[in-house]
Structures are given as structure tokens and as C-alpha cells.
């Protein structure tokens, strides 16, 4: 007979519903089962928090893979209220730099509208940089394999959301996060920003 465990949580603390102590892990069996067996509460907390389905949706799936990372290095002793302080973390980052940007616009006043506004006759060893730059990541991007490099297109020329690119790859949304993520290492592996 099996036995069903709850997780709750209570003052910051989490404890399972019923007699004894049971670790998350032990539970879950591992942190991508804990993931799947929460992602839909994760989804739902971080829209509570940032009033967009699908920037939460991107919230949760790099909290996922900020969390691996971690996870892969240390243990933590509370998997769960982790991943829900890195969901957190990610939404009052993304509000943040909203408010930022509303900023910059709302209170720029035709003034000082030029001193947000980026010089258009860049510097000749700047214009020379961008162009090196450039060359390096079209040969990063034509070696990429052809689904990390069509996700990668698809995301950052394309606009195109991580659930679309899972769809058009037919692969899930955290592989279309990880190959989107993995796309951008290997342009900043290859090119050496000033």
C-alpha cells in the first residue's frame, strides 16, 4: 500500500501533511520530478506575480535551469522553497528593470532626450569591433547542430516565444529553454566584449 505525501507551506517552512518527517527528494525521487510535480503551482505563483502568462512561463523555465545549475553544485536542504525564491527573485528582477525602462522614457523630457539616446556616428574602432563581433557569431551560429540553431534564430531574430519554438521543434519547453540558453554560451564563448 502506497502512501501519499503533501507538501505545504507554513511560515517559510515546509512540512509534509501527515505523521513524520519526509524529505522533498526522497519523495519527488529527483529535482526534475520535484520540478514537474510543481511546475504548474511555480507557473501559477510567478503569474500571480508578474500579471503575464507567458513572462511567467519564461520566469519558471530559467528558475528551472538556475536551479539544476545549483542543484548540480550543492544540495540545497530545501529544494522546493528554492526554486519558489529563484521564481521570486526573476519576477521582482523582471519588474525592476520594467520600471527602469518606464523611467527612462516617462521622464526624459526633450532636453534630455539625447543623453538616453546612443550616438549615431559611433567611433571607428567601435564600428570595427561590432564587425568582428558579428563574423564570430555567424560562424558560431552556422556550426551550431540545426535545432539548437533554428531555436536560437527563432528566439532572438524571430521574437518568437520558448513555447512557439517548442512547438515548431515539437520538443518540450525546457529543451527549447536549454538549447535557446545553450545557443547564447556558445556566442558569448566565441566573442570578447569590450
Known amino acids: 500500500m502506497s502512501r501519499t505525501v503533501s507538501i505545504k507551506i507554513k511560515s517559510g517552512r515546509y512540512r509534509p501533511a501527515g505523521a513524520g518527517e519526509v524529505d522533498p527528494l526522497e519523495e519527488a525521487g529527483s529535482f526534475a520530478t520535484l520540478y514537474a510535480a510543481h511546475q504548474r503551482a511555480l507557473l501559477k505563483y510567478a503569474s500571480s506575480l508578474v500579471r503575464d502568462r507567458s513572462v511567467a512561463e519564461d520566469i519558471v523555465q530559467e528558475a528551472w ?4 545549475r545549483a542543484a548540480a553544485d550543492t544540495q540545497p536542504s530545501e529544494p522546493l522553497r528554492y526554486l519558489y525564491r529563484i521564481v521570486r527573485n526573476l519576477s521582482i528582477d523582471k519588474g525592476r528593470r520594467e520600471v527602469r525602462e518606464q523611467e527612462i522614457f516617462d521622464t526624459a523630457s526633450p532636453e534630455h532626450l539625447a543623453d538616453n539616446v546612443a550616438d549615431t556616428n559611433p567611433a571607428a574602432d567601435q564600428i570595427a569591433w561590432d564587425k568582428s563581433a558579428l563574423d564570430a557569431v555567424r560562424v558560431v ?34 529543451m527549447a529553454h536549454t538549447l535557446v540558453a545553450a545557443a547564447v554560451d556558445r556566442c558569448r564563448e566565441y566573442v570578447e566584449w569590450p
Open 65 to 68: 535551469l538556475r536551479f539544476a
Open 141 to 174: 551560429i552556422s556550426a551550431m547542430p540545426p535545432r539548437m540553431r533554428i531555436a536560437f534564430e527563432m528566439h532572438r531574430f524571430g521574437g518568437c516565444k520558448l513555447r512557439e519554438i517548442a512547438e515548431h521543434l515539437n520538443i518540450s519547453l525546457a
